[in-house]
């Protein structure tokens, strides 16, 4: 009588640690690229004029310096520092009232000009 081969799980392992590779390498490389499709704050154009960038959103990655102010009805404002171009404030609207954030952490911020000219999340990301 023949004998059967004994199927080996060696192959389904291999396959699935390729499988498991391939998923960790594309969420590190798509979590740096957190917004990549929105264009990045130009600093010192907001500084020098922000009303003229009302109802725009953008992206902007920096280091979280303190907190301003607080508000049960409107977030928190916090102050970003965003390397040579300087400091920036933010405002963290309850919708992020769960997000831990302290001072030294960096953030990559999908930021709007709200019609006041003040700078308003719509999403933050851990960078």
Do not use: C, H
């Not at 998923?23 to 704050?41: K, Q, W």
């Not at 404002?77 to 001072?103: C, H, M």
């Amino acid at each position: 009588m023949a004998r059967r081969r004994q199927s080996s799980n060696t192959q389904w392992i291999i396959l699935a640690a390729g499988v498991f590779a391939a998923v960790l390498v594309s969420l590190i490389f798509f979590r740096n690229e957190a917004y990549s499709t929105t264009p990045e704050l130009q600093v010192r154009d907001y500084l020098a004029n922000a009303n003229s960038l009302r109802g725009n959103v953008y992206r902007v990655q920096g280091e979280v310096e303190g907190s301003l102010a607080w508000s049960p009805t409107m977030g928190r404002l916090i102050s970003i520092n965003v390397g040579e171009d300087g400091v920036l404030p933010v405002l963290v609207t309850k919708k992020f009232d769960g997000v831990n954030i302290q001072k030294g952490q960096k953030f990559i911020f999908l930021l709007e000009v709200n019609p006041d000219g003040i700078l308003t999340t719509k999403n933050l990301t851990k960078a």
